[in-house]
């Protein structure tokens, strides 16, 4: 007889198909997710093989990437009250009206990458500006939803990834250089033009989100140039001849990255004053008089618990 420690685990241990079938995890969208991206490169060389340009190819690998952060920016930002069809109405509304409204305002400024002013009014100012109307739409149709800032940071984002994507599209099919050098900057194109653009336009989301919690017009409109002002400073100085490829560069992508964390896991929610309460009174002091308990103060915000020459970007 065979001792019990020495014989191998049942098949249903080694294999066990059914527990895996009935678990949710393995049922969650991010599973299918993971599978997706872990096929996607050898499926977009496949399907494309005999095509005679690289714009399916582009577009599979731009939607893989950008599909790839959106995973981890999910994890990072953890929002609370993002539905399927939220993030879809954004998808859709990026997908339609980014691209042509960005396009039609850098070409009406058409600004100088070499000027500081003309890369954050040519290029910053418009493509932010692109990217924060299919947020400001979403947010304002749900408004009954209730969004929190961290929220609308999660779909400025998701329309930051987008528009990065089209864009590194828009570049690898129209790219006529070789070489080794321009092989890098495109898959740089692929791999960095959704996050970057996410980063930024993640940034003017959780503006969006503050200012969706004022009906006056007023800190409205105050709180959405905020938003569009600070991406859009980011971006020109990304974009300046001057920075861009230089160590300066780098230090403006980490100065995206650290303030998108920042609003992404320590972001305030705006709280309206509470009307006072009538002071409880206390035993009666030594004159006989009862003394008066000051009522407790509302808080002003509390914080959110869950956890000619072509720049790049």
């Given at each position: 007889?065979t001792p ?5 685990p ?18 969650a ?18 399907l ?5 340009g690289v ?20 994890v ?7 539905k399927g ?14 691209a042509p ?5 850098e ?60 864009e ?5 099919t129209?790219?006529?250089?070789g ?14 033009d959704?996050i ?18 004022y009906r006056?017009p007023?800190p409205f409109?105050?709180?959405?140039g905020?938003?569009?002002g600070?991406p ?14 230089s160590?300066?560069?780098?230090v403006v992508?980490?100065?995206s ?11 305030l ?10 002071p ?25 618990h ?8």
């Open positions: 007889m019990p420690g020495s014989r191998l049942d098949l249903s241990v080694l294999f066990p198909f059914r527990a895996w079938l009935r678990h949710p995890a393995l049922r969208w991010t599973t299918w997710l993971f599978v997706a991206l872990v096929a996607t490169p050898p499926a977009a060389l496949a494309f093989r005999d095509a005679s714009g399916g190819e582009a577009t599979t690998f731009a939607a893989y990437f950008a599909a790839a952060w959106f995973l981890v920016l999910w990072v930002v953890r929002p609370q009250a993002i069809s939220l993030l879809l109405g954004v998808v859709v509304l990026a997908l339609v009206l980014e409204l960005a396009l039609a305002m070409e009406f400024v058409d600004g100088d990458m070499d000027n500081l002013a003309g890369s954050i009014f040519g290029a910053g100012l418009p493509e932010e500006l692109a990217k924060m109307l299919p947020v400001v739409l979403v947010v304002l149709a749900q408004r009954r939803l209730g969004l929190v800032p961290r929220d609308t940071l999660f779909l400025g984002a998701v329309s930051g990834l987008v528009f990065g994507a089209v590194a599209v828009y570049y690898a129209g790219s006529s250089g070489g080794t050098y321009s092989a890098l900057i495109l898959v740089w194109r692929f791999v960095t959704p970057a653009h996410a980063l930024w336009s993640g940034v003017a989301g959780y503006f969006v989100g503050l200012a969706a919690h006056a007023g409109f105050a709180l959405i905020i938003g569009i600070v859009a400073l980011l971006h020109g100085l990304n974009n300046w001849v001057p920075v861009n490829t160590i300066l560069w780098v992508t980490v100065v990255a650290l303030l998108f964390l920042a609003y992404a896991r320590v972001g929610v705006p709280t309206r004053p509470v009307a006072p309460i009538a409880p009174l206390a035993p009666p002091g030594r004159a006989g008089r009862p003394a008066v308990v000051d009522p407790p103060t509302a808080p002003i915000a509390m914080p959110q869950s956890s000619g020459r072509h720049a790049l970007v």
